[in-house]
């Protein structure tokens, strides 16, 4: 039952982050506020959730995880509920990006790993991934039409995002009474290694998740660069499509990404966990650089779609890897911290990217910048890391 229930809340939160990322920047823009303004309240938002979430998923073991999660949703209600975005980015969960975001996922994925055997993880985390990525591919379609819908009824654009924004907070509504019904058996279990001294949850392998961190911060920079809300609003006004077209494109291009995640599984049982990440992302963010080169919308969009159909081979390798290589109680650690250094990776960039989309000559330095480094971290991983095998490749 706890990982029936750990996949719905999975999917409800991610069809809201996908509902919502769509028009988070059309809603700002409506509010008056400039690009420029808009790329640093989506960076106060992932810099607050990092800061939150850091708080939350190093205490997870100690102070609950049911009880985490469930601070973690009434934050997301908490985030719709208040349509000041400037406050409640600080404070609140919000997606810019339509991915995970806040302390869900390094608690959820602790427990599944908890609930699941050894030679499972990689599967059940590629599915993990891919009902995610249905989840927000949905969600984009139904608020990119819906405020589209609402507005050929008349409705004021503002007025219409705000309905969106209210079904977000619904969302988190929804996924606090999910996670009341888990039961203890999501709960960390005592060990004889309960005194042993820590640093954020970590002891013997800090060293490694140190390591992985740094090169995941990197990576998350970098995807910082072009979140969802902000690749929305570059077609928006690169070929002036609206927003039920754009819930179309990421509809697609989400759908696409976690069919990625699925195939993952068959190629990292083939050439490993490291190679997959790395021999599957590197293609991707060519793909990535060259959507902005394309003449027209058709071919910008079909760039787009295929960089997406392998953008999210990484994501479950990468999660699979992190929970192999490190002692199997500081499983839980290594997950929020990794997920940290991510957040906090991410919520530096898109105020860079709001500059950039202010300036007509930077337009679209963000798709080159973010796929450049993107291939950097590949390198540097597979160097650092491919050695390391985790044990069903030894």
Same mark, same amino acid.
């Given at each position: 039952m706890n990982?029936?229930?750990?996949?719905?809340?999975?999917?409800?939160?991610?069809?809201?982050?996908?509902?919502?990322?769509?028009?988070?920047?059309?809603?700002?823009?409506?509010?008056?506020?400039?690009?420029?303004?808009?790329g640093?309240?989506?960076?106060?938002?992932?810099?607050g959730?990092?800061g939150?979430?850091l708080?939350?998923?190093?205490?997870?073991d100690?102070?609950?995880?049911k009880?985490?999660?469930?601070?973690?949703?009434?934050?997301?209600?908490?985030?719709?509920?208040v349509?000041?975005?400037?406050?409640?980015?600080?404070?609140?969960v919000?997606?810019?990006?339509?991915?995970?975001?806040?302390?869900?996922?390094?608690?959820?994925?602790?427990?599944?790993?908890?609930?699941?055997?050894?030679?499972?993880?990689?599967?059940?985390f590629a599915?993990?991934?891919?009902?995610?990525?249905?989840?927000?591919?949905?969600?984009?379609?139904?608020?990119?039409w819906?405020?589209?819908?609402?507005?050929?009824?008349?409705?004021?654009?503002?007025?219409?995002?705000?309905?969106?924004l209210?079904?977000y907070?619904?969302?988190?509504?929804?996924?606090?009474?999910?996670?009341?019904?888990?039961?203890?058996?999501?709960?960390?279990?005592?060990?004889?290694?309960?005194? !042993?001294? @820590?640093?954020? $949850?970590?002891?013997? &392998?800090?060293?490694?998740?140190?390591r992985?961190? =740094?090169?995941? #911060? +990197?990576?998350?920079?970098a995807?910082?660069?072009?979140?969802?809300?902000?690749?929305?609003?570059?077609?928006h006004v690169?070929?002036?499509?609206?927003?039920?077209?754009?819930?179309?494109?990421?509809?697609?291009?989400?759908?696409?990404?976690?069919?990625?995640?699925l195939?993952?599984v068959?190629?990292?049982?083939?050439?490993?966990?490291?190679?997959?990440?790395?021999?599957t992302?590197?293609?991707?963010?060519?793909?990535?650089?060259?959507?902005?080169?394309?003449?027209?919308?058709p071919?910008?969009i079909?760039?787009?779609?295929?960089?997406?159909s392998?953008?999210?081979?990484?994501?479950?390798t990468?999660?699979?890897?992190?929970a192999?290589?490190?002692?199997?109680?500081?499983?839980?650690?290594?997950?929020?911290?990794?997920? !940290?250094? @991510?957040?906090v $990776?991410a919520?530096? &960039?898109?105020?860079?990217?709001?500059?950039?989309? =202010?300036?007509? #000559? +930077?337009?679209?330095?963000p798709?080159?910048?973010?796929?450049?480094?993107?291939?950097?971290?590949?390198?540097?991983?597979?160097?650092?890391?491919?050695?390391?095998?985790?044990?069903?490749?030894?």
């Open positions: 990982i029936k229930i750990l996949f719905s809340t999975r999917i409800i939160r991610l069809f809201c982050y996908g509902f919502l990322s769509v028009v988070l920047a059309l809603y700002l823009i409506e509010t008056g506020l400039t690009e420029g303004q808009i640093f309240i989506f960076t106060l938002t992932l810099a959730d990092a939150i979430s708080w939350l998923t190093t205490s997870a100690r102070f609950g995880r009880r985490t999660l469930i601070i973690g949703a009434l934050l997301m209600l908490m985030a719709g509920t349509f000041i975005l400037m406050a409640a980015a600080i404070i609140g919000i997606s810019p990006s339509g991915n995970e975001i806040g302390p869900f996922l390094s608690v959820e994925q602790a427990g599944l790993t908890q609930l699941i055997p050894n030679e499972k993880r990689t599967q059940v599915w993990y991934n891919l009902v995610g990525s249905f989840a927000t591919a949905t969600g984009a379609l139904a608020g990119g819906l405020a589209q819908f609402l507005q050929s009824e008349g409705w004021p654009a503002l007025d219409a995002y705000k309905v969106v209210s079904g907070a619904f969302g988190g509504l929804v996924l606090t009474i999910l996670f009341l019904s888990l039961s203890p058996a999501v709960e960390v279990k005592e060990s004889a290694s309960a005194e !042993i001294k @820590r640093v954020l $949850g970590l002891h013997r &392998s800090k060293s490694v998740v140190m992985l961190s =740094a090169l995941f #911060a +990197l990576d998350a920079f995807g910082g660069l072009i979140v969802q809300s902000m690749i929305a609003y570059w077609f690169k070929f002036g499509i609206e927003s039920g077209i754009l819930g179309s494109i990421f509809f697609g291009a989400n759908i696409l990404a976690g069919v990625s995640a195939l993952a068959r190629i990292a049982n083939k050439i490993g966990l490291i190679n997959t990440m790395v021999f992302h590197i293609p991707s963010n060519i793909l990535l650089m060259l959507v902005p080169m394309m003449p027209n919308l071919l910008a079909g760039f787009l779609l295929l960089r997406f392998i953008s999210q081979m990484d994501v479950p990468r999660q699979s890897y992190t192999a290589v490190v002692a199997p109680d500081e499983r839980s650690a290594a997950s929020g911290v990794t997920a !940290i250094a @991510r957040s $990776g919520s530096i &960039s898109p105020a860079l990217t709001g500059i950039f989309l =202010a300036n007509p #000559a +930077l337009f679209s330095l798709f080159f910048l973010s796929g450049g480094l993107k291939i950097v971290y590949d390198l540097l991983l597979y160097r650092s890391f491919v050695a390391m095998k985790p044990p069903e490749e030894k």
